[in-house]
């Protein structure tokens, strides 16, 4: 793509992907047909569990629950990762009730955040948690 100018724009999109204790950014620069693929370290905390739930909103990741493979851990904590920066952290919110295999969908209009189903001590949910984006920051 080109500005008024006749200067090239730089198209580069870039997707996250987070499993258990892996995490991975891919970046694809739309000029150079060239894909980087880049390891991003978990916290520890996060990365002891799996079936947790995430969303992205701008550059701030949101992970929700999550379990520990043998079910000895299920969680109700909130973790936010800042993808500039880097940075893990534990938010002082939690949820409701420890959830896992839960689904998480940003509402862009409302700025809501919307928890759908998910298991809780083995338990179907069928729960819908709804907040603001804004509940979620420390």
């Given at each position: 793509?080109?500005?008024?100018?006749?200067?090239?724009?730089?198209?580069?999109?870039?997707?996250l992907l987070f499993k258990e204790n892996?995490?991975?950014s891919i970046e694809?620069?739309?000029?150079k047909n060239d894909f980087q693929f880049n390891q991003i370290l978990v916290c520890n905390d996060v990365?002891?569990?799996y079936k947790y739930a995430y969303v992205c909103i701008n550059d701030t990741i949101l992970f929700f629950g999550g379990c520990s493979?043998?079910?000895s851990v299920m969680s109700k904590?909130?973790?936010?990762?800042e993808v500039r920066e880097n940075k893990w952290m534990v938010l002082q919110?939690?949820?409701p009730i420890q959830l896992y295999d839960c689904y998480v969908i940003l509402n862009e209009e409302d700025n809501d955040i919307n928890i759908i189903g998910g298991l809780s001590s083995f338990l179907i949910q069928s729960n819908h948690i709804k907040a603001k984006v804004m509940v979620c920051d420390p």
């Open positions: 793509s080109e500005n008024v100018q006749g200067q090239e724009i730089a198209k580069i999109n870039q997707i892996t995490g991975l694809y620069d739309e000029n990365a002891q569990l493979w043998d079910f904590l909130l973790y936010k990762y919110n939690t949820l």
